[in-house]
């Protein structure tokens, strides 16, 4: 008799266990579920198979091959559709010309199948069902038979008054092969559903054999659970690899060249894969623990099932927990009851996985990060949602439209109803889904929007100054990486969306505890006309145009095909300036640059300005925030030195008394505001804390050490375009005493000015050790002239040194800076040895 093995289901329940492989190769007590059915079918004598094949095929096929080394034949059949179950068996019809079985590839039974052969010959059945007897049989298609056996009544999911038998349907059949002539052939067609109801009504040979033997449907991932725990408890009985040793309270299969360290407390049953390896002072209860995974030091497993492959960290804790292949849990994870570690995961140390949460395949959870709501396809796990104010991902699988609806709903809900956001984006396909998705989110939560659609970060920050909106959002293609897009929140006014709104909208999007807004509430949706021109009006009225163009400049400009070359040009024209214009148009695809393409970009400007002999080169980041200069010798101007440059222009043409800068920011801005008796007010190293020196610290100027600055009158946040006017006029001042235009060189004073020494370098550190780590720098520097912003930056005469906790990775940053190369170099050298000594 042959066998047919039903194992072209999608196992969809039992995702994500199933989100990589097919159902049937999901694993069972160290061994794909469908090898358990081939060694049930091999002991009752039927070694001739015939596997039906749908979904992801290849994966079964790879694994089983010809069956000869399972000891058995198998022959495959591809169905080109799904026809359902008597359909697909009427595939292989061609290969069945004697009575045979068919069973299912994800179920879980020790049936006696002689048994079950013997009653079906004895009543000369054509059909026989294979029957279960099951406490809470609603889940299954129950089935009334006769004392002898027949079938009189079929209950497909019924409800409980319904219920008038306990035996369901386990899918077992042993049928005469003329059954298939009345199944139609390339069309869907079930037993239970069609075939048997035929035969029943036209009162044919069909019979149910009531099995007392252990069966279970695994199909969904209580039912898998559970059944690891049968197999452990020895309800159910399969084939088992290794070695039993008897422990006392224990019961160990110890598979081929498995190693256990010293101290390790087994309780129950524990099944050990060949090649694993387990530490000291462990102690494993009822668990399973797949080939070549390595359990570190005093982890503790209770009721687990661990795939092959995975690593678990040490002091790592464990309940009830299933660990799919090649997953990594860093040290002191925790994972409550019932939770699913898929594939590929890494869930870094510390980090706390909830009862109940499925984090699905090649996810990544952030160290001390305590994940309470399943991490799905397209989504990650930071310890925050927000990092600074940005929400961050990769494009359509971490950031999906679905989130971006969410985010923006949450976001809708914390500023209230009847509120209106402006909302823009860059030229990105990825951008404007995702755009559009924010703006479904926020109607929904009764947000009026302004639309400006593809206008860059700049140009928001200008709408939201008017007063008129009460927010804004900014999609983006991020700067350094084409697969992750950007979403940046906005307050009302135009300022980075502070700390406090930002935890209120993490608060509502993770409770989900917000209002949407009845039909008559819904938002309204509208697109501003004229907000270009207003801007253009107000950017050359806060400039004085009537210098720069007597001071004649000739300048080479990169405009990063971004949302600038839409905008600027028409500014620039009206200041006099002849221009040589790179990249001036919109391309989706360069929106992202990586370091050595940026490079590649700032060489190229540099050659145009040495070859057309012009004053200067300018080069926008895509969102027009930043900006990088090119001198007129062709030399590139560090990030840090162009700082200085501009502040030396700036107080040489303009009165302040204050000026402010990020604390990561060269010694040198001290030095020249001394000249000018100005005072330097250092703040935390994010944009947030730049617009907030200038709208509440009464500050003239705030300089930043990534290409943006911040000049009052005009923005409240760095406007590469206002900026590089900005710049223009200062260059052609001298100070502030001079009426006449004179103009300055970028090169005289980058030669003048280029007197300082900045090394920097960054030292790993877990973050649960981040706290370890600064509480001892405290206590290291407690005598030590200091100053506590952002970070810790020691200071000392010519030199000092930062060592700050970066805010999104596991790491420190440790910068310092010296009139001497040599002294900068031994400072970073110093404590980068002592961030990694203080982890210990």
């Known amino acids: 008799m042959k066998a047919v093995i039903m194992a072209g289901g999608f196992g969809t329940r039992l995702r994500p266990l199933s989100s990589t492989i097919p159902k049937p190769m999901v694993y ?22 015939v596997v039906l094949l749908y979904f992801q095929a ?27 179950t008597a359909g697909a068996v009427k595939n292989a019809q061609r290969f069945l010309k004697e009575s045979f079985l068919v069973i299912s590839a ?73 059954v298939l002539d009345q199944i139609p052939p390339k069309q869907n067609f079930d037993f239970s559903k069609d075939l048997f109801p035929l035969m029943l009504s036209t009162k044919q040979k069909l019979y149910g054999f009531v099995t007392p033997h252990y069966w279970r449907d695994v199909g969904n991932l209580e039912q898998y659970f559970l059944a690891h725990q049968d197999i452990l408890d020895g309800r159910v009985g399969v084939d088992l690899d290794g070695n039993l040793l008897h422990r006392q309270q224990a019961n160990i299969w110890v598979g081929k060249n498995a190693k256990v360290g010293e101290r390790v407390e087994f309780k129950g049953t524990v099944i050990i894969g060949n090649e694993a390896r387990i530490g000291s002072h462990c102690f494993i209860a009822n668990s399973i623990i797949g080939d070549n995974t390595q359990i570190e030091d005093d982890v503790n497993l209770d009721r687990c099932v661990i795939w092959k492959n995975s690593f678990i960290g040490k002091g790592s804790i464990l309940t009830e927990a299933v660990v799919a292949n090649d997953a990594t849990l860093e040290e002191n994870t925790v994972v409550f009851e019932n939770a699913i570690i898929s594939e590929g995961c890494y869930i870094e140390s510390g980090a706390k996985i909830k009862a109940n949460v499925r984090v699905w395949p090649g996810k990544r959870v952030e160290a001390g990060a305590t994940l309470s709501t399943s991490l799905v396809w397209g989504d990650r796990w930071n310890r925050e949602l927000f990092t600074d104010a940005k929400v961050m991902g990769v494009g359509n699988l971490e950031l999906t439209p679905e989130f971006a609806v969410k985010l923006g709903a949450a976001y809708g809900a914390m500023l209230g109803r009847g509120s209106t956001v402006v909302t823009s984006r860059d030229a990105g396909s990825t951008s404007r889904m995702i755009s559009r998705a924010l703006i479904c989110g926020l109607l929904s939560a009764g947000i009026n929007v302004h639309d400006l659609r593809t206008l860059p970060i700049p140009v928001v920050r200008y709408e939201l100054k008017s007063g008129k909106e009460q927010g804004g959002i900014h999609t983006r293609s991020s700067p350094s990486d084409p697969r992750q897009t950007d979403i940046i929140f906005f307050n009302g006014g135009g300022q980075d969306l502070p700390t406090h709104r930002i935890k209120s909208v993490e608060r509502l999007f993770f409770a989900e505890d917000f209002r949407r807004a009845s039909p008559e509430q819904i938002g309204q949706l509208d697109f501003p006309q004229r907000t270009i021109e207003s801007y253009r009006k107000d950017f050359l009225k806060a400039i004085d145009s009537q210098r720069i163009r007597k001071a004649q400049f000739k300048l080479v400009i990169d405009y990063s095909n971004g949302g600038a070359s839409q905008i600027f040009p028409s500014i620039i024209g009206a200041l006099g300036c002849e221009v040589i214009s790179l990249n001036a148009y919109l391309d989706p695809q360069k929106l992202s640059r990586s370091d050595e393409e940026q490079t590649s970009c700032i060489q190229k400007l540099s050659s145009v300005v040495k070859s057309l002999d012009a004053d200067v080169g300018f080069l926008f980041d895509p969102g ?13 101007i560090p990030p840090d030195l162009l700082l200085l440059i501009v502040t030396s222009l700036f107080l040489a043409s303009t009165p302040a008394r204050r000026i402010a800068v990020p604390v990561v920011a060269s010694m040198g801005v001290e030095k020249i505001a001394s000249d000018y008796g100005v005072e330097v007010i250092r703040v935390k190293n994010d944009h947030l804390a730049m617009m907030d020196a200038l709208s509440n610290l009464e ?8 290409g943006g600055f911040i000049f009052p009158g005009f923005q409240l946040g760095a406007d590469a375009m206002f900026n590089l006017a900005k710049i223009l006029e200062l260059l052609s001042k001298d100070d502030h005493s001079v009426s006449a235009p004179k103009r300055r060189r970028l090169a005289d004073l980058r030669k003048e000015l280029d007197q300082f020494h900045m090394v920097k370098r960054t030292v790993s550190c877990l973050w649960g050790k981040k706290g370890q780590v600064m509480r001892k720098l405290l206590k290291y520097t407690e005598d030590c002239k200091r100053e506590l912003i952002d970070g810790v930056r020691v200071l000392n005469g010519d030199s000092w040194v930062l060592v700050m906790p970066d805010r999104k990775g596991a790491c420190f940053h440790v910068l310092a800076e010296a009139t001497k190369p040599g002294e900068a170099e031994r400072l970073v050298e110093k404590f980068a040895r002592k961030v990694t000594q203080w982890q210990s």
Do not use: C
């Open 699 to 706: 500050v003239d100027f705030v300089g930043g050490t990534k």
């Open 106 to 178: 994800d179920v879980l039974t020790d049936v006696d199948l002689k048994e079950a052969f013997d009653f079906h010959q004895k009543n000369q059945a054509k059909a026989s069902m294979i029957l279960a007897s099951m406490e809470n049989p609603l889940a299954y298609g129950v089935v009334i038979i006769k004392e002898d056996g027949k079938i009189s009544r079929f209950l497909e999911k019924p409800t409980w008054g319904e219920v008038f038998s306990d035996t369901v349907n386990t899918g077992i059949y042993i049928l005469e092969p003329e």
């Open 28 to 49: 069972m007590a160290n061994k794909p579920m469908m090898e358990h059915i081939i060694n049930l079918l091999k002991r009752h004598g039927l070694v001739d198979l």
């Open 58 to 84: 290849e994966a079964i096929k790879n694994y089983f091959r010809d069956g000869s080394e399972f000891g058995v034949n198998i022959q495959y059949v591809q169905a080109e559709e799904d026809y359902g």
């Open 624 to 636: 027009a925030e930043k900006l990088s200069v090119v001198d007129e010798e062709g030399e590139f």
